[in-house]
């Protein structure tokens, strides 16, 4: 579900990658400076883990971006709210708190494309 909503997000903020590190290290810190370091110390902290020295000096402390940040006029008629919630329940550090492949199917994100496709199949 990670992965999914890694390539949601490129697929909405048409920027893909979306967390473009050139290590398994950077690729962390890009993370860390989008969902920001307070969670990723919570997740941490809840599962007995712990970083690095070395790589928790590199990742620094970050703030979590609001995903509005990320909406531009070239990508501004792809995010709805509905969008905006998905990726959110999707890109986040805890396996525990993020969506299911059930739970997302379900998501109003998708109600849409649902509409269309029961109206498609009444008509046919």
Not at 3 to 20: D, N, Q, T, V, W
Not at 65 to 92: G, M, T, Y
Request: proline share 4%; charged share 25%; hydrophobic share 40%.
């Amino acid at each position: 579900m990670w992965s999914l909503g890694c390539m949601f997000a490129g697929m909405i903020f048409r920027k893909e990658p979306f967390f473009y590190g050139h290590d398994n290290n950077d690729q962390l810190v890009k993370i860390a400076k989008v969902l920001g370091t307070d969670e990723l110390n919570a997740y941490l902290h809840k599962y007995h883990l712990e970083l690095d020295p070395q790589l928790d000096a590199l990742v620094g402390r970050h703030s979590r971006k609001p995903w509005s940040r990320f909406i531009n006029a070239d990508n501004q008629h792809l995010v709805s709210p509905e969008a905006i919630d998905f990726l959110d329940k999707l890109l986040r550090y805890d396996h525990q708190d993020r969506l299911t492949a059930k739970e997302a199917m379900a998501h109003p994100y998708f109600f849409q494309v649902k509409a269309a496709e029961n109206s498609r199949m009444r008509t046919q």
